[in-house]
């Protein structure tokens, strides 16, 4: 089982050196390299078989690392076949088995089924640390972008180009708490949550200094939120004024059925109440990432809220909509839902968080 080899040293062999240009927020999406993306490799019960998909076929492996990047596997310990990526038979990475991904067998490694289901689950490190990953080139193309909506917040990015300070306020369920980046969990590399990842390359980008306010909550659905806006905003603002809100709400909702006609009045409203509070502030809304498609939480009611997160982006002024939930569909295709959770139900490991900033910020910022 995989727990025995979770901190195991890679070989000494010469490998090459990993690109030192790397920002761990610029999009996956955009040249030929793709840096430190997770898999967890699974041990096939049939063939025995130990192995995992990446989103592109490479052309060469620059390094594989162990998921807080402190460990390097030797290249001896892996192979490539199209986009399946397999440990040899001497290889020291983790992997699972098919019975652990039902949760089986992690008790000392800090996972265990999910509470009525047969799917592996942890708030802790204890999945993460199965992820291997993988920096690699490839000659593919990714689909799913991000279209620049800068002209839907007029007002913050006046400030922004004119290198102003910005007050960023954002309101949401636990993945806009920063559930769960290495950062929130306290383990390297320790990459922030997604909003201070905004936070940080907006400053990187325009020089301004973007003040962060969060008043998000785990386990928050849109009502929630309805309901302790007009609290939580100056709370959190500690008196300041906002210039842009991000909000997202839609995870919890979907899970528990709640309609979207009913999530799409109270996210409406939650803006008004923001507007209502700052009149001059602009909105990103962020359409949720779905949850695994293994897990309870997967259900046809969260796919419904796309198309009304779309026209409540076209219909409100000054709204921008950040997209996330047909590129986890799109991520969902290529790789298994925990390679890219850290609880393996719905919220995002490191991968996936630097996919909410760059998503994010190519939608405002282009």
């Known amino acids: ?76 310990e892996y192979t490539v076949e199209g986009s399946t990526f397999k440990a ?12 652990n991904l039902r949760g089986e067998g992690g008790e000392d490694y800090g996972y265990a089924p999910y509470p009525g289901s047969n799917i592996a689950f942890t708030e802790g490190v204890g999945l993460v640390m199965q992820q291997v990953n993988v920096t690699y080139k490839h000659k593919g193309a990714w689909g799913v972008k991000p279209t620049v909506q800068s002209q839907d917040i007029p ?53 301004s200094k973007v003040n962060l306010y969060n008043g998000s909550v785990g386990g928050w659905m849109s009502s929630d939120g309805l309901t302790n806006i007009a609290a939580a905003l100056p709370t959190a603002m500690n008196g300041n004024i906002p210039d842009l809100a991000i909000v997202g709400f839609g995870m919890n909702d979907g899970s528990l059925r709640v309609p979207a006609t009913t999530y799409t009045d109270n996210v409406l409203r939650i803006i008004g109440a923001i507007r209502e509070y700052a ?75 630097r996919c909410y900033v760059a998503n994010i910020i190519g939608t405002i910022c282009g």
């Open 279 to 353: 009149p001059n502030c602009d909105i990103v809304l962020i359409s949720t990432i779905l949850a695994n498609p293994e897990s309870p939480q997967n259900t046809s009611f969260t796919p419904q809220y796309l198309a009304y997160d779309r026209e409540l982006a076209n219909t409100v002024e000054r709204v921008a909509l950040v997209d996330m939930m047909t590129l986890s569909q799109e991520l969902y295709k290529h790789k298994r839902g925990v390679d890219l959770l850290a609880n393996n139900i719905n919220h995002p490991n490191d991968f996936l968080t």
């Open 155 to 207: 007002n913050a990015m006046a400030k922004l180009k004119k290198g102003e300070d910005i007050n960023l306020f954002v309101f949401g369920d636990s993945i806009s708490t920063g559930a769960n980046s290495s950062g929130k969990l306290g383990i390297a590399p320790y990459l922030p949550t997604y909003p201070q990842g905004v936070a940080n390359q907006l400053t990187a980008k325009y020089g």
């Open 88 to 99: 040899t038979a001497s290889s020291t990475m983790p992997f699972m088995t098919e019975a």
């Open 1 to 76: 089982m995989t727990g025995v080899m979770l901190f195991a040293c890679g070989g000494c062999g010469d490998k090459p050196e990993t690109p030192k240009a790397y920002n761990p927020f610029d999009p996956f999406w955009e040249g030929e390299t793709v840096y430190n993306e997770p898999v967890v490799l699974v041990k096939d019960d049939a063939t025995g078989e130990i192995k995992g998909n990446l989103l592109f076929a490479p052309t060469e492996i620059i390094e594989v690392k162990n998921y807080s990047l402190e460990t390097t596997y030797d290249p001896s």
